[in-house]
């Protein structure tokens, strides 16, 4: 690759983090020089601020409502293997963080499935608030029965059920945070008049499954809403993000199969009556820098053998919402899996096409595959080398038309991040693919997105 960018599109940058005992990567925790203090507010802060010192766009963190408990109905397993047994309150996390940055975005994943519309816009609108129009919402369906008994109910509610749930719940939430107008407040202390009733609506919806009086208790925030995320797989979900998501993250293991999704999701976008240009689309990888290509591979190395399979199985289980417990992990899997399978159909889906890649067409997949794909350094593309050498990486996926840039998943906390901005960054920067200093306004500025 040359010097500087060929097509001028710069990259959009987002760090994918958990409020957890690990990372997304399940070995985390066992990495030698991983912090180990994830329940202090300082763990997180320290890891934004170098972050933010990248330039990076946004910090994420996903969620889970429940402990992993699919795998033999039971957390045993979970517990012992530390396989995402901790989940912190995200709410609570991204207020601590939003006074320690000043440019990055602050996003969470928050379920429509266990959540108020009410509540949850009104906590995302505060935060947009107190971070200066920083806040993003990553939109999720729920789906595991786990997370289903946490909340009282028995088993998860059905795939398509959770999309018709999701559809109204975003549209309620839209229609709270757009009832008050921008210029509601007046606060004119001669009039006596704190705002003007006719810029402040009730909602009044009925629908199937929410209903609301409205309006909001808070003001239009400076993005008017937060900057929405999606992340379905599913046929049913790339249609919902393209319908709703400002931000779309995919799951593709290779440059061919982003590169299909990409424009299978942009048609999608287009077809929704939307602008794709304003949607961003970023594939969820993971980022092995070292000093040399020999360093970086050692690491690799290194990080595969913390992988611990019962960990692996535990969310696999939970992800698929399947008890894999009682399976030959050896033995191929039956030809109707895909219907067993009522968690993640497109992560299914996605696990298939992976080890078909891998290993060939024409052998059956077996559960020691998806375990394999799912719990290593293969769950997502690898960047492994030198900083130039992942710069090299990253270039051709955006400018071969896989994405519109990446999401950094941390192999351990904070050295990731840490050596991807020391490594990685000035490349990029050098290249002209992420911008050297944020510029003002809000993360809808930041990241080039359609106003709200």
């Not at 030698?32 to 763990?43: E, F, N, R, T």
């Not at 320690?100 to 505060?126: D, K, V």
């Not at 293991?253 to 949607?279: F, N, S």
């Amino acid at each position: 690759m040359g010097r500087s960018s060929s097509t001028g599109k710069k990259m959009s940058l987002v760090a994918f983090m958990q409020a957890s005992n690990v990372s997304w990567f399940q070995g985390s925790w066992l990495y030698p020089s991983g912090d180990p203090d994830y329940l202090s507010v300082d763990y997180y802060r320290r890891v934004v601020e170098v972050l933010e010192a990248g330039r990076f766009d946004m910090v994420f963190f996903d969620d889970r409502l429940a402990m992993p408990g699919v795998f033999g109905h039971a957390v045993d397993e979970t517990v012992l293997t530390g396989a995402r047994s901790v989940k912190l309150d995200l709410s609570v996390v991204l207020g601590a963080l939003a006074p320690f940055t000043r440019h990055i975005g602050l996003g969470a994943t928050c379920s429509t499935t266990f959540s108020s519309p009410y509540s949850l816009a009104r906590m995302f609108s505060t935060l947009d608030h107190l971070s200066g129009g920083r806040a993003a919402w990553n939109i999720v369906t729920s789906l595991n029965d786990s997370e289903a008994e946490n909340f009282g109910l028995s088993e998860h509610v059905e795939h398509d059920e959770r999309y018709a749930i999701a559809e109204e719940f975003v549209e309620l939430a839209s229609q709270l945070w757009a009832s008050w107008d921008e210029d509601a407040v007046v606060q004119d202390r001669a009039t006596r008049m704190f705002a003007d009733p006719a810029k402040v609506r009730e909602v009044n919806f009925k629908g199937k499954y929410f209903s609301s009086r409205g309006p909001l208790t808070v003001p239009r925030s400076p993005q008017g809403r937060p900057v929405l995320i999606q992340a379905g797989q599913s046929p049913k979900g790339r249609d919902f993000a393209a319908r709703t998501a400002d931000v779309i993250f995919i799951n593709a293991h290779t440059i061919d199969q982003a590169k299909e999704q990409y424009a299978d999701q942009k048609r999608r976008i287009k077809d929704a009556g939307r602008d794709p240009d304003q949607v961003k689309i970023l594939p969820v990888t993971y980022a092995v820098c070292g000093e040399t290509e020999t360093i970086a591979k050692e690491k690799v190395a290194l990080m595969n053998s913390l992988v611990d399979p019962r960990a692996a199985l535990v969310l696999l289980s939970d992800a698929l919402n399947f008890d894999f417990s009682g399976m030959d992990i050896d033995a191929p899997l039956p030809d109707d899996m895909g219907d067993r399978v009522t968690g993640s159909k497109g992560l299914f889906e996605a696990l298939k096409k992976s080890v078909a890649a891998a290993h060939g067409p024409d052998r059956a997949p077996r559960l020691s595959d998806l375990i394999e794909r799912r719990a290593s350094l293969a769950a997502a593309p690898c960047f492994v080398g030198d900083g130039n050498q992942i710069a090299d990486q990253m270039e051709q996926w955006v400018q071969e038309g896989a994405c519109d840039g990446f999401v950094i998943a941390a192999t351990h906390i904070p050295g990731t991040f840490e050596e991807f901005v020391r490594l990685v960054v000035p490349t990029l920067r050098e290249r002209g693919l992420v911008d050297r200093e944020y510029g003002t306004g809000t993360l809808r500025d930041s990241m080039g997105l359609a106003p709200a």
